[in-house]
């Protein structure tokens, strides 16, 4: 009985040994599987933070192209306004006056691009005025389109910058020192009281400076019906409220230049006259003369120069004060004649008939002809008269 027991214990511990091992056979099989995921998880991370690091190269290899690409265009823009200032012209370079109304520059080239010279459209672009009220370039493509049909207008009511009313007679003829000069004169493109077209010129920048380049300009549109790029840009020094010249650019587009081509720079003084620029402020200076310039040579090119520098294949033209031009002009006429008197204040844009019309102070108050009043661009006041 013992034997039978003891065998029967041992098939149940068997079975019971037996049964164990099946289970935890089972518990292996059920947990195999989590070193796979685990894995596959280490392998996706892996791949994800490879993907980045190319990703980041990328990223950082377009930017570099980027940054490369931006020095190359700065680079580029630098080079493209070197090239800009190289070709224009600058105060610094211009010589000083030696007796002429004006010098030439850039072996008389203007500075137009080539893109411009081919331009046949019909153009006026006049800059805004700076912070001292100060005019900039005048830019034009004149052509009969531009010129005027009316008559010019009144203009004594434009004050430029440094402006004063101040005459000296028996110095300048008209006796007036300043004159509102046009950048673009109004027989090129009818333009009258514009503030940002009118600058303070001296008599002798008007007429004997600018307006021989000016008639040139007009005889050959007159006649041809052509186009001729034409720029005046004053020139100031500093913050100078009066511009020492102007740099007087043109060139004719359908024959490329042939007609018309100058690039001048004319000074703006007054011989027997010296000039405060920063205000405007004059007095009587012998030491500032002027050569005998008053007859100019044009060539073929509208090439002017003064006398003494006369060729034989040169045209003389003597210059006369355009009535359309020269600021003192007007074709208003003086009913009493040009010897009859008038008022005029220091500031104001009317004449009078008498020193203490309205808000006039009687003892700042100046007497001239009539003829002067309206030489000067002023008008009738109707409170007076």
Known sequence: MNLKKRNRWYGLLLSFVLLFSLGGCGDVQTETPQPSIETSVTDTTQESSDAEAITDELDQSELQDQDDAA??????????????????ASLDAIP????????EI?????????????????????????SLGRCGVAYANICKELQPTEPRGKIGMVKPSGWHTVKYNDIIDGNYLYNRCHLIGFQLAGENANPKNLITGTRYLNVVGMLPFENAVDDYVDTTGNHVLYRVTPMFSGDELVARGVLMEAYSVEDQGAGIQFCYYVYNIQPGVGIDYQTGDSWEDASVVAKDNTTYRVTGTAHVQAQESQTETTETITPQPAQQEVESASPVQSEQGSEATVWISETGSKYHSKNNCGRMNPDKATQVTEQEAISMGLGKCSKCW
């Not at 580029?76 to 306004?81: C, E, G, I, L, P």
């Not at 000083?96 to 010098?103: H, N």
């Open 96 to 103: 000083a006056y030696e007796g002429y109304a004006f010098v």
């Open 71 to 88: 020095q190359s265009s700065d680079a580029t823009q630098v080079s493209d306004a070197e090239q800009v200032s190289s070709t224009s």
């Open 106 to 130: 850039n072996n008389n080239q203007p500075f137009f691009t080539d893109a411009d010279k081919q331009r046949t459209d019909a153009f006026e672009d006049y800059s805004e005025l700076d």
